[in-house]
């Protein structure tokens, strides 16, 4: 079934279009924290950060069913579904970051954040980390270390080694961020000599991709200094972190002390349902505005905006950004009894925790991929993520409980006793 | 209200985000071809092409609520949705065009049939026409002559004159296409002359937003040669014509006969849900997903798949396709009867249909606003479109019946026999 299934899969689908694991899972139901397979095996989800309130919410999924039943028009008419959503998620951030475009996807907020760069500087020069992924359009990808563009790099693009707990930038973790601050200084430079100029910096503030290496809560503040006295516009992908995820705060940024000038969102924004949006300060989105004329057909519909509402609501109803800190530090705490001697690294903020795995000071590749092998066989989704794909990565709905913290850790404690290097 | 909401919207998304008409309708809920305003009027829906089996047809709303209960996830696991769907979806193409990725928006579609030119060819040089409109990406704004790209169009854009009805291409009707296909080829020589080469060419089967101009079926045929010959990939956008609004084929590139290498899906595609779609040839597939590993966090979700699913359903068992030529046809004879000096042209393919209107020999834009203004305050939604704004522009949901046409009708003839010109 599941290889008669594979094979449609490759025939329609095409090449390179991989699933998870050795052994696919073919999920077939989800609820809270939980998935099942068409087998009925069941599986703590500590993967999918698209679920933020957890799959299929029944009050997510009632909000979907009743605006699809009511209306799903586009914004050229007035609806109060998008000013009503806009008004309640502007003030959830930094008072002058006030404005926003819905669209369906975090590439494409991504896409509109270049521009909005490009439109407040009149210049094109563009940085992100040599560590990351921002998206996937043509323009979006060139930021992409994961997954090179087609045809190469363009010329207006520069990489900055991403910050690294075990091999810092500048290589001393207490000089990190001023290390960081300089390799940006360097590529803004080598922009403006080339004649791009520097339009902006494009980041993650948890370094999601880049492996979620600790940092200290100034970490930025260099950097931050460096891009505002270039001119340059400094753009928060809040795809990941965003959405209380990092636990404490709604915002990465806000974590890290920042003023940025645009915010992306994205995943988790709506539960699965495919709604993005760019926040922006004022004077950045009429730059934008004013110099393109931007429509998104699917963008901030009822029923996209119905779904983000509901969303917003169990954040808040259930007290989601704390219950991330909370959780999340008990996760750590329990995660850190586990003994290995590969694991280099326990490091967390909110629900997004990692285990760096290294054996003689390289990175320990097979273990990762045993460990992400073992709890699919055990009953838990994970992941890994890092230069070499060392990084255990857990990221589960945000209703992750005690229990769920205790139970994951079991079965990773598992699958490193099992482990026979 | 309206105002309140007017100023609220104004803050919260910023400048140039216009609405549709000088008393913008506030739209609160949609049913078959009808939408009714906040103040209970009702409209026949003449404009929208996006709730294309009809506004919240309760085949697809089940759909969504159903699927959006069960399980909303990307697709590294396994799904029989999206398999399923793409079956179901390349079957309704000719024989070679038998793979699909599954995106969120029409301009994230075209952002890869781009790249799927670049990958097949190894040139970047593209060519559309320049009066048109394919999306909204940084890279797809580029053949967008509606919506010019922030800082100018680059260098490996070519802009060839749009097919018209009036003023056709090379100066004679029985002669535009070949003369179109030499502007073409123009371009071609001249982008391998600059030294970007000729990826290939994108356009609209039925040329929607070049105005719907008349055309012969084989139009496209002197055209289609050039660009094989060249090398260059063809690709077919159906965003608008697709899915059977041309009436009696389900896509616009069957009725011209042409046998395009990709094809883009968007608004129709699953009545409004976010849902999207490139489909292509699969050695192009092959090249593309070879040369890049795109992953599409939204795309092909099993929500998505299932509102998709269940538009297909919903145009097969009302016979969609061949309703739209049907009463497409009826409609035409019908607006055929309004007789006013300004009308140079009544045009249609399917539930498309155009009037173009003039004054002696000058683009009346005048009128067509005012029938546009007209319609709006008589119960029906409308638009326009053309270089000048003097096109009519209608294009009901596809259950569009002979009553809706009769209704059309009428508010038509008495928005043209109230114009006092």
Redo the contacts between chains.
């Keep these: 079934m599941?290889n008669e299934?594979?094979a449609?899969?490759q025939?329609?689908?095409?090449?390179?279009?991989?699933?998870?694991y050795d052994n696919?899972?073919?999920?077939?139901?989800?609820s809270g924290v939980w998935?099942w397979d068409m087998d009925g095996n069941k599986y703590l989800d500590c993967y999918?950060n698209?679920?933020h309130v957890g799959?299929?919410h029944?009050h997510?999924?009632a909000a979907?069913?009743e605006q699809?039943?009511?209306?799903?028009?586009?914004?050229?008419?007035?609806?109060?579904g998008?000013?009503s959503y806009?008004?309640r998620l502007?003030a959830k951030f930094q008072m002058e970051l006030?404005?926003?475009?819905m669209?369906?996807?975090?590439?494409?907020a991504n896409?509109i954040a270049?521009?909005m760069a490009?439109?407040m500087t009149g210049k094109?020069g563009i940085i992100s980390t040599d560590n990351t992924y921002h998206g996937?359009?043509?323009?979006v990808?060139q930021l992409s270390s994961?997954?090179?563009?087609?045809?190469g790099y363009a010329a207006h693009v520069r990489h900055v080694p991403a910050p690294d707990t075990l091999r810092p930038v500048g290589g001393s973790f207490a000089n990190q961020a001023e290390a960081f601050a300089k390799e940006i200084q360097k590529a803004i430079d080598d922009l403006e000599a080339a004649g791009h100029g520097f339009s902006g910096f494009l980041f993650c503030p948890t370094f999601a991709n880049e492996g979620l290496p600790d940092l200290p809560q100034n970490f930025m503040r260099p950097a931050e200094r460096v891009i505002k006295a270039a001119g340059g516009v400094l753009i928060s992908d809040e795809v990941q972190p965003g959405f209380g995820r990092s636990g404490g705060t709604w915002w990465g940024h806000d974590w890290l002390g920042l003023s940025p000038d645009v915010v992306t969102l994205?995943?988790p924004m709506a539960?699965?349902?495919?709604?993005a949006a760019v926040v922006a300060r004022?004077e950045v989105?009429?730059a934008?505005?004013?110099?393109?004329?931007?429509?998104?057909?699917?963008g901030g519909?009822p029923?996209?905006c119905a779904a983000a509402a509901a969303t917003l609501d169990v954040i808040e109803q259930d007290n989601l950004v704390e219950n991330a800190r909370i959780i999340g530090g008990e996760f750590l705490e329990r995660l850190a009894q586990i003994s290995h001697s590969s694991i280099a690294s326990l490091r967390g903020r909110g629900l997004f925790v990692a285990l760096e795995l290294e054996k003689d000071g390289e990175a320990d590749e097979r273990l990762a991929a045993h460990v992400v092998e073992y709890a699919r066989n055990h009953g838990m989704l994970m992941g890994r993520t890092g230069r070499n794909r060392n990084i255990l990565k857990l990221r589960p709905p945000m209703p992750f409980c005690s229990a769920d913290t205790e139970c994951a850790t079991h079965i990773l404690a598992d699958a490193f006793a099992v482990d026979v290097t």
């Design positions: 599941t299934l594979m449609r899969r025939a329609v689908l095409g090449p390179n279009v991989p699933t998870f696919p899972v073919h999920l077939v139901r989800g998935a999918n698209v679920p799959h299929c029944p997510v999924v979907i069913s699809a039943a009511t209306l799903n028009t586009h914004t050229r008419y007035l609806h109060d998008i000013v806009g008004e502007t006030d404005q926003v475009i669209v369906c996807s975090g590439s494409e896409d270049l521009r490009q439109a094109v996937n359009t043509m323009a990808s994961r997954k090179p563009p087609i045809g994205g995943k539960n699965g349902h495919p709604v004022s989105m009429s934008f505005r004013n110099a393109f004329g931007y429509f998104n057909t699917f519909n029923v996209s």
